[in-house]
């Protein structure tokens, strides 16, 4: 989830985690998240829906451990 602040042009000021709701603001070294996205085409159930989920990185390196 994206949170964008309306100000002179639209930036990013925080992004969730669509896991755990958390923020994914490092103090200090801005923003670290990883994204998975899904684009559905034809012959899909969802054809032209199209997806981004924000994970945050302890649950990514839960999911994928390097
Ligand atoms: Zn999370």
Known sequence: MK??????FECVSDVL????????????YGLQFGTLQGSWGFGSVHDGERYEVH???PF???????
Request: net charge negative.
């Open 55 to 57: 994970l945050c990185e």
């Open 3 to 8: 949170i964008t602040a309306a100000e002179q």
């Open 17 to 28: 985690c669509d896991v755990c709701g958390d923020s994914t603001r490092v103090e200090g």
């Open 60 to 66: 990514f390196s839960e999911q994928w451990p390097t």
